[in-house]
């Protein structure tokens, strides 16, 4: 048995092994590349996310006012001067 190594053996036995498994060695880069990918995207936007939902805590009084302006749903509407001929699509 030969037990010194030449680099034209290496050679060989690494061309050999790229050209046998070829595409599978391209199949995992292209997933792992996509894989990444993708987890990199779904990071950016749960960050983004956990940073603009931010909601406030309290009320200020201007807003507190315009609710308390607001009507109930069992509240009659005004009604409306149409031009002749029209109808109010909002009154049921």
Known sequence: ?????????ITRSTARFLHRYHI????FFVLGGLSAATFMLYRATTEAQ?????????????????ISTLRSASDTPTS???PAGRANPFQE
């Open 24 to 27: 599978l060695i391209f199949t």
């Open 50 to 66: 956990s940073t603009s939902s931010t909601t406030p805590s309290s009320f200020d009084q201007k807003t507190i006012d315009r």
């Open 1 to 9: 048995m030969k037990s010194d190594l030449s680099l034209q053996q």
């Open 80 to 82: 409306i001067n149409l």
